[in-house]
Every structure is written in C-alpha cells, then in structure tokens.
C-alpha cells in the first residue's frame, strides 16, 4: 500500500476508506444534502473509497448504493437503502448492513459527517464516535457539545478575555415574568434565539417591546432554552480554522446585510445580502480577527476544522458571534471560499480534514 508522511512521523495509508454520513434527523437536513453533493463531487477517487450513510429527516440510518446524484435530488431514499447501524464496539470500525436476513459487514477507516444542526453537529454522532473508537473528521464530543450550546461557548470565549454579547437566558417560558426588568436593560434590538439551533431557525430580532412575547415563543419551538442578546452594532466576520493541536486560520470574511439580519433565507439566496471574502478590513484588523478566531478554537476545543463568527464594530471592536463545528460545505460556501483564500483548494481542504481526523486517532499509536 502506497503510504504519505504526515507531521509528527504518523503514517497514513493513502487509499482509506470513508464512510460519509448525509441528511440527518435536524431541521438543517436539506442543508446537509447540498453540503454532502458537494464534498463528494469534490472528495478525491484516487486516495478515498467512500460509502455512504444516508439518514433521513426522521432519525433512520441506511447504507446507501445508489447514484450520488440522488443526494442533492433527495430521492435518494427511494431505493438502493438498507437499515444500517455504526457499531458501537471498539476495533476496526464497522457499519452493519441489513440486507433482506443477512447481515451485511462493511469496515470503513474515517467517519466524515456532512451533517448540520442536532444529531451531527452536536456531539451526539462524534460521542458514539468517541466511544467505538472511530476516527471522525472535525471536531469532537465536547468541543461539538460546547459549539452548539450558544450560552456555553459565550461563558467560556468570555472567559479568554473576548467580548461576547450581553444576555439574558431564559429556561422556560414562564421566566419571561421575573426576568422582563434584566430583558429590558439590554435595550433595543434585541436578538432572541434557540440556545441550541442553526441556520438562523427560530430567531428574530426584536425591535418593539410588544413583539418580544411572540420571539420568546418562537425560539421556545427550537429548543427547551432561550437567549436574548444585545444587538451587536456593526457586521458579522467569519474565519475558517484547521487544524488540532496547530490550528491555522484561513482569510476572514464578511457579511453585508442591507436590511434585517442574516436569516434562513439570506443564507441561502443572498437576495439583500453579500458575502465579502476577503472582508472589507485593514490588514491589520483581519490579523487580529484571525488571531482572535484561533484562540476561540483552542479554548472551545476544537479539532479538525470550524468556522468562526465574529462581529466586528465600528469601534473596530472583535465580539464573538459563535463557531459552526460543521459549517456549510459547499464549494461556494464560507469556509471552503476562506481556505481558497490562502491557496487551499475545496479539494485539498477534505483530504486535510480527513487526514487531521486520522492522526488525532491514531498517531503515536498505530503504524501501518
Ligand atoms: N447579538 C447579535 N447582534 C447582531 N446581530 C446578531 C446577533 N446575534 C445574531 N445576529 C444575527 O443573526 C444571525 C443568526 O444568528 P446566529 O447566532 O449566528 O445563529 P445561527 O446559528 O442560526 O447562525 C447572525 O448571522 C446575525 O446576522
Ligand atoms: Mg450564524
């Protein structure tokens, strides 16, 4: 087997089998569909064999055999699927595959969730990870736990000596009651969120008091825990960062919003909206922005790849927004387009991440 040196002596196999999970049970699963036709269309045949674990939008996990295309289509539950199940024991890695009475067994060497939002971004997937063993792209268990938990990476960013958004959590409801005077010292806007969601689902930005009632409600849809936060004058940067124990960023971009703020449909549209990269910053600025988004990595702990969110004030003030353990994965999305920027193609940008995914697995353990 042909075989590459990586940093720190580790061996890597160059032909490694991946199994790239898509779908998912989440609100964010189209998202992941597009995400996944892209990394495949992108993934390189040469040093990947790749199968496929479809999940639909309702939680079931297939082994999928059908035609890629079918991804970006969502017909692809149609045919070509069995039950399959990621086993939970330590080894070599293995998904079981129910074929009709047979039991089907398919070893893999890397799992790669394309996935966005709950049950893939979050911890849960990285956690079943954690525990058989599996050598998973991005990052871990906690630091996935820690990204999705809006209030958590504020409470630990703020402690890294980073301005992050005054707030007000409620966890149910009826707090709103006892909680109204402390709402209200946050002034107007607002911005009142799931604590736990993506894609911008269930916020809004409140700019009467009377509208608050119904935002609450609304985010309440998406999680069991609500923030309300100070609005944050200015625009919103991002910054692609790779790497474990080394992480290097990518450039900095930037959203102009000409109206609202950056909801579900702006993401995906850009109809009032434009993404800069590189962001409109003195280079200096965009220095201090990266710097700021490789401390926020390290002290989440992060692995493997995550985009940054951060604003950026006209006080040329750096406020962290929140990191996206799996951003959006396209080959014009965010963080491929920030790596383009230092001369990484979207393609060598998956073979890094597959391999950074390999060596925290198993280097200094295993030799091939
Ligand atoms: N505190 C804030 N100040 C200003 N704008 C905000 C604030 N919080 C969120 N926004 C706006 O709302 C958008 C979505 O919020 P964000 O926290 O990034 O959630 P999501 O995880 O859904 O992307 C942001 O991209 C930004 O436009
Ligand atoms: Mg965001």
Known sequence: MRTGILQKGCVYAMKKRILLAFGGCSTEYEVSLTSASAVLAAMDRSRYDILLLGISKEGQAFYFTGKEEKIAENTWQEADCFPATVSMSRGKPCLWVERGERLEKQDFDILFPVLHG????????????????????????????????????????????????????????????HKRGEIEALGLPVFVKPVRAGSSFGISRVVRAE????????AFRHDAQVVVEEAIEGFEVGCAVMGNAEPFAGRVDEIELSQGFFDYEEKYTLKTSAIHMPARVAAEDEERIRKSAVTIYQTLGCRGFTRVDMFFTKEKEIVFNEINTIPGFTAHSRFPSMMR????????????????????????????
Request: glycine letters at 12%; a negative charge; proline letters at 2%.
């Open 118 to 177: 709950k049950n893939g971004e979050d911890g849960s997937l990285q956690g079943l990870c954690e525990m058989a063993g599996i050598p998973v792209a991005g990052c871990g268990m906690e630091s996935s736990v820690i990204g999705m938990d809006k209030v958590l990476a504020h409470t630990l960013v703020a402690l890294a000596g980073i301005r992050v958004p005054k707030s007000v959590v409620l966890r149910e409801f009826s707090e709103y009651g």
């Open 341 to 368: 920027g230092v001369g990484m193609e979207f393609t060598e940008v998956i073979n890094r991440i597959l391999e950074l995914a390999w060596e925290e697995q198993n280097c200094g353990r295993e030799q091939e």
């Open 211 to 218: 509208d608050m009632e119904k935002a609450l409600r609304e």
